[in-house]
């Protein structure tokens, strides 16, 4: 993965959050709640949904920890589930949201680092804005492999679908990116 | 002549911008770039947009997320999440339904169902009315089919005569933080033909719908017989059904069409249910208990090829003391979805009525909710 690193939780501490320990589920989001957060950011491309995104996520983790194979890394198990509430949320709200040039421009976390790079705040903010516009399917397969750094077959394997048509996917996103980077719209 | 010359293709050029080519193809295009000033180009931007997207600043977690999931966890409030388990790659002919139901259970599972099983055509059914978001009948709630046993054990002699008013109102935390609808649901003794029926009828009053709607059901079985529903909101349509076995005819009529419905019922999915206030008859039509739980389908207008059905999951999910303006009493407390933000029904145990419902709350706290008012046994 290029953005997360796989972190091997201490002993027991997956085992105490399933078993309803309070103490260790705020461990675990100590540890991997901006993860899940930037995530379901991504894939959502609203602040709003991703924290019901993560709200749901810890929500949850405990009953869908059951179903986790501890021999596996919990850091990827973690954010495939992330991965996959997060699109049922886009998919299900089935709608598109304009991201406004100044709200975008005017994150919160916004990297201080970029401000003397007043050219590529300007491309960032209009790569968020045009990646709204494009079919989620197409921005989910772009975010996870450009972004996330999934493999094809990681992502096929994600969303049910074959690596050609993760690959066909990210082709159409970053062509249709172009197209609207290049209209100005 | 000019020379032909031939560019690699978007794959090669794409795993050239990632770093993921093999040590063979990288040299190929590397000697290739080194000449075409196009493919280097596209290169580039390639690269600039993962470097960019990979640069858009992320929100980071609220510490705030983290004491609400502690205080609901602490107050018994669960959600399914779904799995992080690999899946398998679906098969080349249903590729993308199976894409959309990895993407999304809730909508895909429609989407898989109707794909089983050709509607009978109609005429084209764009920019015709879809159910909305009802109490029982919330194509947001619908689940994955097969995943819950169906309802069995529905007893429409354990029904009874009446009349329930219900209000639905905000709340967050408790409290009420707006009120915008009223309706009631009655239940009355009827026959279509020769055979008894109940005669459900429902209305809803507020903004943005007027909507009521009337369904004769089997008095047995409760299956729907047939549906008469208005919505003098701002999409003003009138909907008449016939349900057989295995399909549903009728009519939805608006200001400018007639639209005809025939459309076979989806293979999967029954027991299914038609109209807003289902759940009062069906709640009261079956013996609840801690381990319950059963999965059913409620049916859309079915004017519009994908609202026909919505295949639902419900369980009990616990139980407790709720006090209403009416009084306090004893309910099952029952889970309508197995998507991360089901509704929740607090059913009576005295006489299996739904006295409360309640949305999962949204991100500001808010939450809607249906609660009993008034009632005439």
Same mark, same amino acid.
């Given at each position: 993965m290029a953005s997360t690193a796989i972190t091997d939780e201490p002993e027991g501490l997956t085992r105490r959050a399933r078993d309803g320990d309070a103490g260790a589920l705020a461990e675990l989001y100590a540890r991997h709640a901006d993860a899940v957060m930037a995530l379901a950011y991504r894939l959502t491309g609203s602040a709003a949904d991703a924290e019901d995104v993560l709200h749901? %996520?810890?929500?949850?983790?405990?009953?869908?920890?059951?179903?986790?194979?501890?021999?596996?890394?919990f850091a990827p198990w973690l954010r495939r589930v992330a991965a996959r509430t997060a699109l049922t949320r886009v998919r299900s709200a089935g709608r598109r949201r304009e991201v406004p040039l100044e709200a975008a421009a005017d994150h919160p976390s916004a990297d201080t680092a970029d401000t003397a790079d007043?050219?590529? %705040?300007?491309?960032? %903010?209009?790569l968020e804005r045009v990646l709204d516009r494009i079919a989620p399917a197409l921005r989910a397969v772009f975010v996870l492999r450009q972004v996330e750094g999934y493999t094809h077959a990681e992502i096929a394997a994600l969303l049910g679908i074959t690596p050609g048509a993760s690959e066909v996917r990210l082709h159409r996103a970053v062509r249709r990116l172009r197209e609207l980077l290049r209209s100005g719209r | 002549m000019t020379p032909t010359v031939l560019h690699p293709g978007q794959g090669k050029l794409q795993r050239f911008a990632d770093g993921a080519s093999g040590p063979a193809e990288t040299r190929r295009l590397a000697r290739h770039l080194a000449a075409c000033p196009r493919c280097r180009a596209d290169v580039a931007f390639r690269r600039e947009l993962a470097?960019?997207? &990979?640069?858009?600043?992320?929100?980071?977690?609220?510490?705030?997320?983290? =004491? &609400?999931v502690l205080e609901e966890r602490a107050a018994g409030q669960r959600v399914i999440l779904p799995g992080g388990e690999d899946r398998a790659p679906s098969r080349p002919r249903t590729r993308w339904i199976a894409a959309a139901a990895a993407l999304a259970a809730a909508v895909a599972a429609v989407a898989v169902w109707q794909g089983t099983r050709p509607s009978v055509p109609t005429s084209p059914d764009e920019g015709l009315p879809t159910l909305h978001a009802g109490w029982l009948a919330t194509p947001a709630y619908a689940a994955e089919p097969g995943v819950v046993p169906p309802v069995t054990g529905i007893d429409g002699s354990r029904v009874r005569p009446g009349r329930w008013t219900y209000e639905i109102r905000a709340v967050r935390a408790g409290r009420v933080v707006g009120g915008v609808e009223r309706g009631a649901i009655e239940i009355r003794a009827a026959r279509m033909g020769a055979a008894p029926a109940w005669s459900v009828s429902d209305g809803w009053w507020g903004h943005p719908h007027d909507m009521s709607e009337t369904t004769l059901m089997d008095a047995r079985?409760?299956?729907?017989?047939? &549906?008469?529903?208005r919505d003098v909101g701002h999409s003003r349509f009138t909907v008449e059904q016939w349900f057989t076995a295995d399909s549903i005819r009728g009519t939805m009529k608006t200001a400018t069409r007639t639209q005809v419905i025939a459309r076979r019922l989806p293979v999967r999915g029954a027991p299914f249910f038609?109209?807003?206030?289902?759940?009062?008859?069906?709640? =009261?039509?079956? =013996?609840?208990?801690? &381990?319950?739980?059963?999965?059913?389908?409620?049916l859309g207008w079915g004017a519009v090829e994908s609202d026909l059905s919505y295949p639902l999951s419900l369980r009990v999910a616990g139980e407790g003391r709720i006090r209403i303006p009416s009084g306090t009493f004893d309910c099952w407390r029952v889970l309508a979805g197995t998507g991360p933000r089901p509704r929740a029904f607090w059913v009576r145990k005295s006489d299996h009525l739904p006295i409360l419902s309640r949305d999962a709350p949204g991100r500001d706290g808010r939450a809607a909710e249906w609660v009993l008012v008034a009632e005439q046994p």
């Open positions: 749901d %996520v810890f929500l949850g983790l405990p009953e869908a920890l059951r179903r986790y194979d501890e021999r596996g890394s007043g050219e590529g %705040v300007l491309r960032r %903010v209009r | 470097d960019d997207a &990979r640069r858009i600043p992320v929100p980071s977690a609220p510490a705030e997320v983290l =004491r &609400r079985t409760l299956a729907p017989l047939h &549906r008469l529903a038609a109209g807003e206030g289902s759940m009062l008859p069906l709640m =009261r039509s079956v =013996r609840l208990h801690p &381990r319950w739980q059963g999965s059913l389908s409620t």
